[in-house]
Each structure stands twice: as C-alpha cells, then as structure tokens.
C-alpha cells in the first residue's frame, strides 16, 4: 500500500511542464527515456482502432449534418483512462497516450473527406464521364492520412521540444491534465469516470427518450402564445411616442 502511495505521488508533471524553460534548465518527462513502460500492445492498439472508427462516424455524421466536426482528444482520453482504470491495468499511462493518439486522427481523416468527396459527387451531376468508387475513396483518405503523418515527423521536434512553453495548445493541455489523472489513479479518475457517466446518461435520456427539450425557448412561460399581439401592441405603442411627447411639450 504504501509502495503504490509513492508510486502515485511520483506520476505528476514537472514544474516546468507549461511554461518556457530558462537557459540552462532541462525538462524531464513523466516518462524516462531511461525505463521501459507498455505502450504499444494489442491492449492499445485494439482500443485506439475502436476509438478512431467510433469517433470517425461520429465526425461524419456531425460534420455531414451541421458542417463543422470535433476534436475527439479529450473524450477519448477519458474513456482510455475509464477502460484502464476498470480493467485495474497498471502503469497505464504510456497505454492511453497511445490510445488518444490513435483515436484522435479520427476527426482530421473525417473532415478532409466529408468536405470535398460530396462536392465529386455533385460534379458528377454535370459531369457524367467522372467516375468514383469506394476503393478511390478509401485509398484517398488513407493516404492523405498517411501524408498528413510524415509532414508532422519533421515538425515534431520543433514544437515538442524546441518551442517548449511558448504555445499554449489548450486541448492538448487539457488532454493532458485529463491522462494525468487517470494515472495517478485513486480519486483523481473518479470525477472524470463520474463526468462521463453522467453526461452520457444525460445526451440518452434527451436524444433517445426525449424526457425534455434541450432548446430553452418562451414557451416555457406562455410567452409564446400571445406573442403576435404583444408584438403589436408593442409596434403601436413605439408608433405613438412621438406624438405623446410632442402633446406633452
């Protein structure tokens, strides 16, 4: 008991973790270059690829419905956190990041083919001679993954280490935090695993029982029912203004 106490004491960010390092002043990781930690294994890879097609359909959807998706970072690490943290796995932390990772390409895949492989199907109507399949489509956006990856290799260094607190990227502070928490364990990943129950439990019960609206309208106070009178009363009522005060003057 006590050995896990220290344990879970010691898995916390530097002090220098969000901010700009001084001349001289090195960072060191949570996770030393010097030990060996799980990270890639079927554990992370399996669920990282069911995160990745969960949240991909949900981009799509999203995106295809109101034309703007979402970043799945923060969600994902939660439940990666919730699913490490259920099944009692230890030293989790280099697992979820792996997890998160995987996963959170989901909505950059999604959002480069739901917003121009509608625009070829509608360049098909004037153009019949222009052909498309699912295989054109699928190797489309694998590969403009893939491309997406090797432009970021390069860049990685730069903005990981050499520009070190000079950006602040709140999600992946936020996303951050949130792996953090779930590796201290204990009660730092009950609020989140509590979140997340709840606001699950909440968009059921709104989307699929529909107990409530979740648009807060005038009807809730019978405002609504009079409005066309009242809003002529009101017009009249400005309309008369200027003759009232030009009687009383």
């Not at 997890?99 to 509608?122: D, E, K, M, N, R």
């Not at 409530?212 to 002529?232: A, D, I, K």
């Amino acid at each position: 008991m006590e050995k896990e106490t220290k344990d879970m004491e010691a898995v916390q960010l530097p002090e220098n973790a969000f901010r700009e390092l001084k001349e001289g002043e090195k960072y060191e990781p949570v996770m030393s270059p010097n030990k060996v930690y799980p990270e890639v294994n079927s554990w992370s890879v399996i669920w990282g690829i069911l995160m990745a097609v969960l949240f991909s359909a949900a981009a799509a959807y999203l995106g295809l419905k109101v034309g703007q998706v979402f970043e799945a970072a923060i969600p994902i690490a939660i439940i990666a956190v919730g699913a490490s943290t259920a099944a009692k796995r230890r030293n989790a932390l280099g697992e979820n990041v792996i997890i998160q990772s995987i996963g959170a390409c989901s909505g950059a895949v999604v959002a480069g083919a739901i917003f121009t492989l509608p625009a070829i199907y509608i360049l098909q109507a004037k153009y019949p001679e222009m052909t498309t399949s699912f295989f054109k489509i699928f190797m489309a956006s694998a590969l403009g993954g893939v491309l997406g990856i090797l432009f970021l290799i390069p860049f990685r260094k730069y903005f990981v280490s050499d520009m070190h607190g000079k950006y602040p990227f709140p999600e992946a502070t936020a996303t951050t935090q949130v792996l953090m928490s779930g590796a201290k364990g204990g009660d730092q990943a009950k609020p989140l695993l509590l979140s997340g129950l709840v606001g699950g439990l909440y968009d059921f019960i709104v989307a699929s029982l529909g107990w409530w609206n979740e648009n807060f309208t005038s009807r809730v106070v019978g405002w609504e029912q009079n409005w066309p009178t009242r809003q002529s009363l009101f017009s009249k009522s400005i309309q008369a203004l200027p003759s009232l005060v030009w009687a009383i003057l």
